[in-house]
């Protein structure tokens, strides 16, 4: 059985670091002289602060006590939505968003980088609080359960379950045999990249405060922006370019950067997940720019608007410099089969990932063979490496649920008098962690339309699908509560 003290304990350590962070609200506040939201974030800090404390203190006892299988799904599931619900009052504080529902689904849709907004007029919030909404993208990215681990190794082969819990992707690659160690790598990569995209949108004219937030939006593969136009407001080819390139780095396995440094670098270029992954990216692109020969004047500005927006969907980024929901009919189509893919595993990106997507082709292709030889053997290869038939079948049944899920959620946002397409974009835009979609939800358009009831499922959704639905959806099933 599940140890509630040893769950309440990791949460509420969780739940300290997750205020550390919001002191970078205050900060920004007293800065641009935001009064009323430094008020905000300063009740917001008590609560967090307190809360967080009281269980840290109250079941210390249980510090040492290594994390089983049982309370390391609990632990990631319960995580999220308790960071989320804390992490909602600077909104609800600073009257930003007096709706609990509303300030609750921005901020669970900034952790787990969805990008999701129901915010119509984002430039009137004070720019602390917007500050704090990118903030929870980058924290979210690679995953506040992760940094726990990295910065309290006291949970040992426990944060190893952890991150099986939460890394995405079939599996999980340890980089050293220490998971503190691992996942504090993998933070020094992600911040080494932050600090680059961050220098690089600097040289290109944005302030420090758009090339943070900006960054991360982008490393997180998230997509808040506080401009209303998004990154089309800076209207720079050269910030689009670095966005585009940056983007496409958080939707590689975050491993791979880790073999390059130890000298490794052949590993990029055999890796078959990147190999697809950028394959998509260019097919897509190309697709893309033959269809807006009429939209833009050049061959540059074709290339340019398509391959941001295709690595902003195939990413699930979800950053937009046009309104592509009026492009032609075969561009939207494209981005549409991209919003089935995602980047790779082990990145900060959602989706179903690529690397599931080529297993289940390779193994569609056996399934064939064995029509045409019934006796053969035909192994399913990554590389050089044969998967197991448990790993097969564990992603054939996570696509199985991914697909039910999205087709679930299409359902209840019909329910509330979303036209079908609309819908089913929803559905896509929310599980696949990528944002805005089509029709009711362009990227000129917000989510603040929906109906409460809506609103909290599809929070549900985004939530399940970051956690990639067999973590979440374990905890309704009997057999977990069982002994």
């Given at each position: 059985?599940?140890?509630?003290?040893?769950?309440?304990?990791?949460?509420?350590?969780?739940?300290?670091?997750?205020?550390?962070?919001?002191?970078?609200g205050?900060?920004?506040?007293?800065?641009?002289?935001?009064?009323?939201?430094?008020?905000a974030?300063?009740?917001?800090?008590l609560?967090?602060?307190?809360?967080?404390?009281?269980g840290?203190?109250?079941f210390?006892?249980?510090r040492?006590?290594?994390?089983?299988?049982?309370?390391?799904f609990?632990?990631?599931?319960?995580?999220?939505?308790?960071?989320?619900?804390?992490?909602?009052?600077?909104?609800?504080?600073?009257?930003?968003?007096?709706?609990?529902?509303?300030?609750?689904?921005?901020?669970?849709?900034?952790?787990?980088?969805?990008?999701?907004?129901?915010?119509s007029?984002?430039?009137?919030?004070?720019?602390?609080?917007?500050?704090?909404?990118?903030?929870?993208?980058?924290?979210?990215g690679?995953?506040?359960?992760v940094?726990?681990?990295?910065?309290?190794?006291?949970?040992?082969?426990?944060?190893?379950?952890l991150?099986?819990?939460?890394?995405?992707?079939?599996?999980?690659d340890?980089?050293?045999?220490?998971?503190?160690?691992?996942?504090?790598?993998?933070?020094?990569?992600?911040?080494?990249?932050?600090?680059?995209?961050?220098?690089?949108?600097?040289?290109?004219?944005?302030?420090?405060?758009?090339?943070?937030?900006?960054?991360?939006?982008?490393?997180?593969?998230g997509?808040?922006?506080?401009?209303?136009?998004?990154v089309?407001?800076?209207?720079?080819?050269?910030?689009?370019?670095?966005?585009?390139?940056?983007?496409?780095?958080?939707?590689?396995?975050?491993?791979?950067?880790?073999?390059?440094?130890?000298?490794?670098?052949?590993?990029?270029t055999t890796?078959?997940?990147?190999?697809?992954?950028?394959?998509?990216?260019?097919i897509?692109?190309?697709?893309?720019?033959?269809?807006?020969?009429?939209?833009?004047?050049?061959?540059g500005?074709?290339?340019?608007?398509?391959s941001?927006?295709?690595?902003?969907?195939?990413?699930?980024?979800g950053?937009?410099?046009?309104?592509?929901?009026?492009?032609?009919?075969?561009?939207?189509?494209?981005?549409?089969?991209?919003?089935?893919?995602?980047?790779?595993?082990?990145?900060?990106?959602?989706?179903?990932?690529?690397?599931?997507?080529?297993?289940?082709?390779?193994?569609?292709?056996?399934?064939?063979?064995?029509l045409?030889?019934?006796?053969?053997?035909?192994?399913?290869?990554?590389?050089?490496?044969?998967?197991?038939k448990?790993?097969?079948?564990t992603v054939?049944v996570?696509?199985?649920?991914?697909?039910?899920?999205?087709?679930?959620?299409?359902?209840?946002?019909?329910?509330?008098?979303?036209?079908?397409?609309?819908?089913?974009?929803t559905?896509?835009?929310?599980?696949?962690?990528?944002?805005?979609?089509?029709?009711?939800?362009?990227?000129?358009?917000d989510?603040?339309?929906?109906p409460?009831?809506?609103?909290?499922?599809?929070?549900?959704?985004?939530?399940?699908?970051?956690?990639?639905?067999?973590?979440?959806?374990?905890?309704?099933?009997?057999?977990?509560?069982?002994?």
């Amino acid at each position: 059985m599940t140890r509630v003290g040893v769950i309440i304990y990791t949460i509420s350590a969780l739940l300290l670091l997750v205020a550390a962070f919001m002191l970078a609200g205050v900060v920004v506040a007293l800065w641009y002289r935001e009064w009323d939201a430094l008020t905000a974030f300063a009740f917001a800090e008590l609560a967090v602060v307190a809360a967080g404390a009281l269980g840290f203190f109250s079941f210390r006892r249980w510090r040492r006590e290594a994390l089983l299988i049982r309370d390391g799904f609990l632990v990631v599931a319960l995580s999220w939505a308790v960071v989320s619900a804390f992490g909602a009052l600077p909104f609800v504080f600073s009257g930003a968003l007096p709706s609990y529902t509303d300030a609750f689904f921005e901020t669970i849709s900034g952790f787990t980088t969805t990008g999701a907004s129901v915010l119509s007029d984002i430039e009137a919030l004070p720019r602390s609080v917007l500050f704090w909404r990118s903030l929870s993208h980058w924290l979210g990215g690679m995953g506040i359960v992760v940094l726990t681990v990295a910065v309290l190794p006291r949970l040992g082969i426990g944060g190893l379950k952890l991150m099986r819990s939460e890394a995405p992707g079939p599996t999980l690659d340890k980089l050293t045999p220490r998971i503190g160690e691992s996942a504090k790598l993998l933070w020094f990569i992600y911040v080494a990249l932050t600090v680059a995209e961050v220098v690089l949108l600097l040289f290109a004219g944005m302030d420090l405060y758009d090339a943070l937030t900006h960054t991360f939006g982008t490393m997180a593969t998230g997509g808040f922006s506080p401009r209303n136009g998004g990154v089309g407001a800076f209207d720079s080819a050269f910030v689009d370019i670095v966005i585009t390139v940056f983007m496409l780095a958080a939707g590689v396995n975050f491993s791979l950067y880790f073999q390059a440094l130890r000298g490794h670098v052949g590993k990029l270029t055999t890796n078959i997940e990147l190999r697809v992954y950028l394959a998509i990216f260019v097919i897509a692109t190309a697709f893309i720019t033959l269809t807006l020969g009429e939209r833009y004047d050049t061959i540059g500005e074709q290339i340019r608007y398509a391959s941001f927006q295709t690595a902003s969907i195939l990413t699930t980024t979800g950053y937009a410099t046009a309104d592509y929901d009026l492009w032609p009919e075969l561009a939207k189509a494209v981005l549409l089969l991209l919003m089935f893919v995602g980047g790779c595993a082990g990145s900060t990106a959602g989706g179903v990932k690529v690397i599931r997507l080529v297993t289940l082709l390779k193994q569609g292709l056996n399934e064939l063979r064995y029509l045409v030889h019934p006796q053969g053997i035909f192994l399913v290869k990554i590389g050089e490496r044969p998967i197991k038939k448990d790993i097969i079948y564990t992603v054939a049944v996570f696509f199985f649920l991914y697909i039910g899920l999205v087709l679930l959620t299409a359902l209840v946002v019909a329910s509330g008098g979303t036209d079908l397409f609309s819908a089913l974009a929803t559905g896509l835009a929310t599980v696949g962690n990528i944002g805005p979609g089509f029709g009711a939800i362009g990227p000129a358009l917000d989510y603040g339309h929906f109906p409460v009831y809506v609103k909290w499922w599809l929070s549900a959704a985004m939530l399940i699908g970051r956690l990639e639905v067999y973590s979440v959806l374990l905890l309704f099933t009997g057999v977990f509560w069982r002994r």
